[in-house]
């Protein structure tokens, strides 16, 4: 049988937490289906600076290119705050998504029937929501150079830049993206102000031919902020570059109740993909239990379809957290009247339950 190899870097704060209920259910939907699937795991972040001096070891990121996918809970908290640039623990999640070109990031806002009530919006506004947000993540004002200080340290300058084929190739992800769903693509920029806009608006118009059957709009991205709030479910597919593809995807996770739900995938052109929660570190709640594991545990259901294929297994997992949800267990990120409240890792076994 294939060997479909499995690193999990559990990272900071709430990482190791919600790390640990999303390798259970990987384990047991591994056991009982027979999957083949391997895993080991590493340091990354600032445990792994504390331990190795370095956020992204050598050893890690050895183990993450011979991966077939990676599921990372989460980097960053207040002690590493006044490190140096290259050592903060951020650049280890920004290392692994360069050295693996893992360019196109997916992160999906759905809001579970169940949780209408969660959302900060009133509930009609976000019933049925299902959205898509495609980020480039390896391009733009992340990585563009030059970037420092002046010399006097009177100023300190990043550059956004993006080529062509960094615009068509995130470009092409989403439109294809756009036709599985319900064929409508919003591409976000600021073409009003910034040339490196004008060019996406450029090459994304120009792809459109090669996908008649996609609607695609424009739209800037202050308007593109204020849209998802007014009205989110005017979106389908939304495809943007990566400082607005992270502003939009914070906006988007609230709608749906918590951050706490929403997984992601970041895919290179192999299919080797690192999945993880949009959620971060949380270091205030971390080590308390009251973190929730669902956003991991969707990003191992993410990992089954989209770097292995095994989509059964990976629909069990999430029809296993609606059952969850519609018995109306949460956790403390999410609010409800007459819900009952769990813990982090009572949370995974419920869901584990549900699997069985
Ligand atoms: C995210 C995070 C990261 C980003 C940070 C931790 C570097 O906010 O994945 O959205 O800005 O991309
Ligand atoms: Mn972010």
């Given at each position: 049988m294939k060997t479909r190899e499995v690193l999990i870097l559990q990272g900071d704060g709430i990482g190791p937490e919600v790390c640990h209920e999303a390798k259970k259910v990987l384990e047991h939907i591994n056991d009982t289906k027979d999957l083949g699937i391997t895993i080991s795991e590493s340091a990354v972040g600032g445990c792994a600076f504390e331990e190795?001096?370095?956020?992204?070891?050598e050893k890690t990121l050895k183990l993450a290119q011979r991966s077939d996918a990676i599921l990372l809970g989460a980097v960053g908290g207040?002690?590493?705050?006044?490190?140096d640039y290259d050592l903060r623990p951020e650049r280890a999640l920004l290392g692994l998504r360069s050295e693996l070109d893992l360019f196109a990031n997916l992160r999906p806002a759905i809001l579970s029937k169940y949780l209408s009530?969660?959302?900060?919006?009133k509930p009609e506004k976000v019933l049925d929501l299902d959205m898509l947000i495609v980020r480039e993540l390896t391009g733009g004002i992340y990585f563009g150079e030059p970037r420092g200080r002046s010399d006097t340290n009177e100023s300190a300058f990043n550059t956004m830049v993006y080529s062509k084929n960094e615009i068509e190739r995130i470009g092409r992800v989403a439109f294809e993206a756009a036709q599985k769903r319900n064929k409508k693509l919003c591409s976000v920029d600021k073409a009003n102000v910034l040339e490196v806009s004008v060019l996406w608006r450029e090459v994304i118009s120009d792809l459109a031919n090669e996908y008649p059957d996609v609607h695609l709009s424009h739209m800037l991205v202050d308007n593109a902020a204020m849209q998802l709030v007014r009205e989110p479910k005017q979106f389908d597919v939304i495809v943007t570059g990566n400082l607005f593809g992270d502003i939009l995807s914070d906006i988007a996770a609230m709608?749906?109740?918590?951050?706490?739900m929403l997984p992601s995938a970041s895919l290179n052109s192999k299919n080797q993909g690192l999945y993880e929660p949009v959620h971060g570190s949380a270091p205030d709640i971390a080590g308390k239990g009251l973190a929730n594991p669902i956003a991991a545990i969707l990003s191992v259901a993410m990992m089954l379809k989209?770097?292995?294929?095994l989509n059964e297994a990976s629909s069990d997992i999430e029809g296993a957290i609606q059952e969850v949800l519609s018995a109306g267990y949460i956790t403390h990120d999410l609010e409800g009247n007459n819900n009952k409240k769990l813990s982090t890792s009572e949370m995974g076994n419920k869901i584990i339950e549900k699997l069985i």
């Open positions: 190795f001096g370095s956020p992204l070891p207040p002690s590493w705050d006044n490190l009530d969660s959302s900060s919006l709608l749906t109740g918590s951050i706490g989209y770097s292995f294929s």
